[in-house]
């Protein structure tokens, strides 16, 4: 089994940043790839940007340019920056792995981000 616990979210003002982390335990070499999801009230969860554990990153459009996700393999941890913050990614944060051999996902239990003047 692998747990995943997020942090760093918090209330940041149009146009700012913040770094979001993601701690990964147990069976780190189940690991296939990383992400970040978020949902914001009334909305459907939705996938924010993924990074393999090749290093190939993907990115929802909504972010691209703004938001950028790394890894550190050396203390299980990934990353999502997110530079030029706007009202509408307002939402709470999930970061999540999927596992080899199914591709099951495993999920934190969310970060709030909210960006608001």
């Known amino acids: 089994q692998v747990q995943v616990v997020e942090s760093g979210g918090g209330l940041v003002q149009p146009g700012g940043s913040l770094r979001l982390s993601c701690a990964a335990s147990?069976?780190?070499?189940?690991?296939?790839?990383m992400g970040w999801h978020r949902q914001a009230p009334g909305k459907q969860r939705e996938l924010v940007a993924r990074i393999t554990i090749g290093g190939f990153t993907s990115y929802a459009d909504s972010v691209k340019g703004r938001f950028t996700i790394s890894r550190d393999n050396a203390k299980n941890t990934w990353y999502l920056q997110m530079n030029s913050l706007e009202p509408e990614d307002t939402a709470v944060y999930y970061c999540?792995?999927?596992?080899?051999?199914?591709?099951?996902?495993?999920w934190g239990q969310g970060t709030q981000v909210t960006v608001s003047s």
């Open positions: 147990g069976s780190i070499s189940a690991i296939v790839d």
């Open positions: 999540n792995a999927r596992l080899a051999p199914y591709l099951s996902t495993t």
